[in-house]
C-alpha cells in the first residue's frame, strides 16, 4: 500500500502543480488581455475624437457660407452695401474661427490669431473714425477711413483664406491619423 499511497501522492502533488502553474498562466494571460483591451479602448477613444473633430470641420468648410451675416440693402447705397459686406465678412470668420478653434491644433491657429487682432484693431479703430465722421466731416478722417476700411478688406481676405488653408491641412493630417 505504501506503494500505492506514494503514487497517489505523486500524482495529487503533479495535478496541484499543474493546477498551481495553470492558474499562473491564466493570471498572466488576464493581465496582458486587459492591458491589451485597455490599449484598444485608448485608441478607439482617439480614433472617435480624430472622427469628431474631422466631421466638424468638413462641415463648417462644407456650410462656409452659412455663417455669413444677412446684409439688409434697404435704404442703401452700392458702396455702403459693400462696406457692410467687408466688416461683416471679418466679423464672419471671426465667429467661424471661435467655432474651430478647439478642434485646431495649436500649430495651425498661430497666423490666424496674429490676424484676427490685427483685424480687431483695425475694426476698433474704422469705427471710431466712424463715429468722428458722424459728428464733423473733415478731409483727414475720410482718407484715413479710406486707408482702413482698405486695409480691413485685405486682413479680412487674408483671414478667411488663411482659416480655410488651416481647416484644410488639419482636415489631412486627421486623415492620415486615422
Known amino acids: ?56 470641420l468638413f462641415d463648417i468648410l462644407k456650410k462656409w457660407h452659412d455663417y455669413d451675416s444677412s446684409s439688409e440693402t434697404e435704404d442703401r447705397n452700392l458702396s455702403q452695401i ?41 475694426l476698433s479703430e474704422l469705427i471710431n473714425i466712424e463715429n468722428e465722421l458722424d459728428k464733423r466731416i473733415n478731409d483727414d478722417l475720410r482718407k484715413r477711413h479710406k486707408i482702413l476700411l482698405n486695409d480691413l478688406i485685405d486682413i479680412s481676405s487674408k483671414y478667411s483664406s488663411e482659416i480655410k488653408k488651416a481647416v484644410q491641412l488639419q482636415l489631412e493630417q486627421l486623415l492620415k491619423k486615422s
Do not use: W
Request: proline residues 1%.
Open 82 to 122: 459693400a462696406t457692410s459686406r467687408l466688416i461683416n465678412g471679418f466679423i464672419d470668420c471671426c465667429r467661424r474661427f471661435e467655432i474651430i478653434s478647439p478642434l485646431l491644433d495649436e500649430g495651425y491657429k498661430h497666423s490666424i490669431n496674429k490676424l484676427n487682432q490685427k483685424g480687431k484693431q483695425l
Open 1 to 56: 500500500m505504501d506503494a500505492n499511497n506514494s503514487i497517489i501522492t505523486i500524482i495529487l502533488t503533479s495535478a496541484v502543480i499543474a493546477s498551481f502553474v495553470t492558474s499562473v498562466a491564466n493570471i498572466i494571460i488576464a493581465i496582458f488581455y486587459n492591458r491589451r483591451t485597455k490599449s484598444v479602448e485608448k485608441q478607439k477613444r482617439i480614433d472617435e475624437l480624430i472622427t469628431y473633430r474631422y466631421t466638424h
